[in-house]
């Protein structure tokens, strides 16, 4: 097939999909190498607003651990996590919401609006979109979810912009809070009853065999993704976006899709393609 008629073909398999999903919500969870190279930074911000331009509503949620390490270690400061969630002190509080809502925030919003006036950054504090309570006293400053509140990620979507949010939210007690990017992405995905929950990370999706390249699992049901979960041979690493997108499929988001952010654009390779990539969670 030439060029030229590769090209079509590419146009004519988007079409239904396009027609699809227009109008539908896609939450998507930028992380990974996607969100420290700044080429793969382009070309997710080129996906997103390709995506804005065909009748989507995007909407995006970052986290930023790397950035976060990176300056607590220059800064002299005790990194520590347990159970896999990091320990938030006052003083790595302060950090992550400069990371997060000053810096990573802040270079993905500039991303998307190179193509225009589209993005606008926001933090879980604002509007009181996402309140929580400290998970412990050992885990400090760091909180899970005990409210959402989407007015006003709705107002934004209504005028048209793509909210990115910044997980750093507000606890109870009118003190910020540190929140895992996966589930406040997860839980958003519910209540802003979107068509898709997208997680971009440093791998291909989930694997039979995370030893072995070509046991890609392409597609999932909750149940078989709790099986997955329960499986003492499972990369642990996974484990909380398996989580995260089984709790949304079941809180009615109709698919949930782990990519590899390093691929060129896979974000619209996942959505506007008959195979999509990556792994697939749905509730049948």
């Known amino acids: 097939m030439d060029t030229y008629a590769q090209k079509a073909a590419t146009l004519m398999e988007a079409l239904p999909w396009i027609k699809s999903a227009n109008g539908a919500t896609?939450?998507?969870?930028?992380?990974?190498?996607?969100?420290?190279?700044p080429e793969l930074r382009k070309q997710v911000a080129d996906d997103i607003v390709l995506m804005k331009l065909v009748g989507?509503?995007?909407?995006?949620?970052?986290?930023?651990?790397?950035?976060?390490?990176a300056l607590m270690d220059a800064l002299g400061y005790e990194i520590e996590f347990k159970d896999g969630q990091r320990v938030t002190t006052d003083e790595a509080l302060d950090v992550v919401r400069m990371v997060l809502?000053?810096?990573?925030?802040?270079?993905?919003?500039n991303a998307i609006n190179y193509h225009g006036s589209?993005?606008?950054?926001?933090?879980?504090?604002?509007?009181?979109l996402v309140k929580g309570v400290p998970l412990n006293e050992e885990h400090g400053?760091?909180?899970?979810?005990?409210?959402?509140?989407?007015?006003?990620?709705?107002?934004?979507?209504?005028?048209?912009?793509?909210?990115?949010?910044?997980?750093?939210?507000?606890?109870?007690?009118?003190?910020?809070?540190?929140?895992?990017?996966?589930?406040?992405?997860a839980e958003l995905a519910v209540a802003l009853g979107a068509d898709k929950c997208i997680y971009l990370t440093d791998v291909d999706g989930l694997y039979a065999d995370f030893d072995d390249d070509t046991s890609l699992i392409s597609q999932l049901t909750t149940d078989e993704a709790q099986a997955f979960m329960d499986n003492p041979a499972t990369n642990g690493g996974m484990i909380p976006k398996v989580k995260a997108c089984v709790n949304a499929v079941k809180g009615g988001v109709r698919r949930a899709h782990i990519l590899n952010g390093r691929v060129p654009h896979a974000v619209l390779l996942e959505v506007y393609t008959d195979s999509g990539i990556g792994t697939m969670i749905t509730d049948e």
Not at 56 to 69: A, D, L, R, S, Y
């Open 26 to 37: 896609v939450v998507i969870k930028y992380g990974g190498a996607a969100m420290t190279d």
């Open 56 to 69: 989507v509503n995007p909407v995006v949620v970052h986290g930023g651990g790397p950035e976060i390490n």
């Open 101 to 109: 809502a000053g810096k990573v925030n802040k270079e993905l919003v």
């Open 118 to 128: 589209y993005a606008v950054g926001i933090s879980g504090e604002d509007g009181g």
């Open 141 to 185: 400053r760091t909180g899970a979810i005990s409210s959402i509140d989407t007015t006003v990620v709705d107002t934004l979507i209504s005028d048209d912009f793509i909210p990115v949010i910044a997980t750093v939210s507000m606890g109870e007690d009118h003190r910020p809070l540190n929140i895992n990017a996966d589930t406040v992405a």
